[in-house]
């Protein structure tokens, strides 16, 4: 929760130090796009290596590595040395490292609580990770900025370097792992990952509509600072607000997530946050008012959160333990494809049609997210064995 707390100084600062360099959409956007494409390369990969090594100590060095290149970017940006290509080579160094850290921390996780427990797990740990990430931390970018363009980014690397600390020196026994056939690669891993998440019906659907989620908000995240500055004619202050009362809803999300899996499943509690979002990307793109922005940036956070919490767990319930890495690392690698695609046409969309255009967009592919999950959303999910194969289930209790 340290880092994330300093990540979401950065990344709410990114965008304001993108717009200062250009007010071009497409470059803009191409910030955001650049921070999405190594799930693309290294996706895989990282969810491979992930299921070999000791989790606790590959987190903990991708948050030494990370807080090093931050406060080196704080440096250039305190000289004056700031430029587009920097804030795309950051973005991109970052989400490289990012691939590991993410499946390590999904794939550790069901190894420290019982599976019936994930889905509290899963928001407990979201939820916190918005406390910091977002009520705390987005308030702070303006006074921030405020005083230097750097300090963002130099509170950033302070965060993930004590982060990493912390993980360091936690005392967590590694999770028993059943030896590898001889022979095997990294390459036949990761295709069985893949080929996994391919043959259940209901994960392949999630990854589908996720994916379709994603470019959506790839397009409106991309440009909501140009959304919020230029269409709404708002300052820093208000765009910061916008981001905090997403971070709010989705704070608020981690503690109905759970509540709504329960009494309709977790498949239909995916199809109702994704209703209440494409409703709410309509209102956002459709109102020309602060105030329409802020309850639909509320809504999308509370539902968003939902998502994710029932998503992340439905995939990890799903998943035999020796291939949760694999298979969050297929399905993330496939979903988040979206969000570079996404960045790049809001941007062009906004350039052609408006700068609420990749609003408008987004709802369409959210509608078209919720339709694609109906064919498995009639009852709910079973869980599999914990070590069988994915395509044998059990009934869950």
């Given at each position: 929760?340290?880092?994330?707390?300093?990540?979401?100084?950065?990344?709410?600062?990114?965008?304001?130090?993108?717009?200062?360099?250009?007010?071009?959409?497409?470059?803009v956007a191409s910030v955001t796009a650049c921070g999405y494409v190594p799930w693309l390369?290294?996706?895989?990969?990282?969810?491979?290596?992930?299921?070999?090594?000791?989790?606790?100590?590959?987190?903990?060095?991708?948050?030494?590595?990370?807080?090093?290149?931050?406060?080196?970017?704080?440096?250039?940006?305190?000289?004056?040395?700031?430029?587009?290509?920097?804030?795309?080579?950051?973005?991109?160094?970052?989400?490289?490292?990012?691939?590991?850290?993410?499946?390590?921390?999904?794939?550790?996780?069901?190894?420290?609580?019982?599976?019936?427990?994930?889905?509290?797990?899963?928001?407990?740990?979201?939820?916190?990770?918005?406390?910091?990430?977002?009520?705390?931390?987005?308030?702070?970018?303006?006074?921030?900025?405020?005083?230097?363009?750097?300090?963002?980014?130099?509170?950033?690397?302070?965060?993930?370097?004590?982060?990493?600390?912390?993980?360091?020196?936690?005392?967590?026994?590694?999770?028993?792992?059943?030896?590898?056939?001889?022979?095997?690669?990294?390459?036949?891993?990761?295709?069985?990952?893949?080929?996994?998440?391919?043959?259940?019906?209901?994960?392949?659907?999630?990854?589908?509509?996720?994916?379709?989620?994603?470019?959506?908000?790839?397009?409106?995240?991309?440009?909501?600072?140009?959304?919020?500055?230029?269409?709404?004619?708002?300052?820093?202050?208000?765009?910061?607000?916008?981001?905090?009362?997403?971070?709010?809803?989705?704070?608020?999300?981690?503690?109905?997530?759970?509540?709504?899996?329960?009494?309709?499943?977790?498949?239909?509690?995916?199809?109702?946050?994704?209703?209440?979002?494409?409703?709410?990307?309509?209102?956002?793109?459709?109102?020309?008012?602060?105030?329409?922005?802020?309850?639909?940036?509320?809504?999308l956070g509370v539902m968003g959160m939902v998502w994710n919490v029932n998503q992340v767990?439905?995939?990890?319930?799903?998943?035999?333990?020796?291939?949760?890495?694999?298979?969050?690392?297929?399905?993330?690698?496939?979903?988040?494809?979206?969000?570079?695609?996404?960045?790049?046409?809001?941007?062009?969309?906004?350039?052609?049609?408006?700068?609420?255009?990749?609003?408008?967009?987004?709802?369409?592919?959210?509608?078209?997210?919720?339709?694609?999950?109906?064919?498995?959303?009639?009852?709910?999910?079973?869980?599999?064995?914990?070590?069988?194969?994915?395509?044998?289930?059990?009934?869950?209790?």
């Open positions: 929760m340290v880092s994330r707390f300093g990540d979401a100084l950065r990344n709410t600062a990114l965008p304001l130090v993108a717009v200062r360099l250009s007010d071009e959409p497409l470059v390369l290294f996706g895989l990969l990282g969810g491979a290596v992930a299921d070999r090594v000791d989790q606790r100590r590959a987190m903990w060095a991708v948050d030494t590595v990370r807080g090093l290149l931050v406060a080196g970017f704080a440096l250039a940006v305190a000289l004056g040395h700031a430029s587009i290509p920097l804030l795309v080579a950051l973005a991109f160094s970052l989400t490289t490292l990012q691939t590991l850290f993410d499946n390590a921390s999904t794939a550790l996780l069901p190894s420290l609580v019982d599976r019936e427990a994930l889905g509290g797990a899963n928001a407990r740990l979201m939820t916190g990770q918005q406390l910091a990430g977002g009520l705390l931390a987005g308030p702070f970018v303006p006074l921030l900025l405020g005083v230097a363009a750097f300090m963002p980014f130099a509170a950033d690397a302070g965060t993930c370097l004590l982060a990493a600390a912390l993980v360091a020196f936690l005392s967590i026994q590694p999770p028993q792992r059943q030896p590898r056939p001889a022979g095997s690669t990294l390459r036949a891993e990761i295709r069985e990952g893949v080929g996994a998440l391919w043959r259940d019906r209901t994960l392949r659907a999630t990854c589908l509509a996720t994916l379709l989620c994603n470019i959506g908000m790839g397009a409106l995240i991309a440009t909501l600072v140009l959304h919020v500055t230029r269409w709404l004619h708002a300052d820093n202050a208000e765009y910061a607000a916008a981001m905090t009362a997403y971070s709010l809803g989705s704070f608020t999300g981690g503690f109905l997530a759970q509540r709504i899996a329960r009494r309709v499943g977790r498949v239909r509690a995916l199809l109702f946050g994704g209703t209440v979002q494409t409703a709410a990307l309509l209102v956002m793109g459709g109102v020309r008012h602060l105030a329409a922005l802020l309850v639909s940036m509320l809504l767990t439905l995939m990890q319930r799903r998943s035999p333990e020796a291939m949760v890495g694999r298979m969050a690392a297929a399905f993330r690698t496939a979903s988040t494809s979206g969000a570079p695609v996404g960045a790049v046409l809001g941007g062009a969309v906004a350039h052609a049609f408006g700068l609420n255009g990749p609003a408008l967009l987004a709802a369409l592919l959210f509608a078209l997210a919720v339709t694609s999950l109906i064919p498995v959303s009639k009852t709910d999910v079973p869980d599999v064995a914990p070590h069988g194969d994915v395509t044998t289930a059990r009934a869950a209790r």
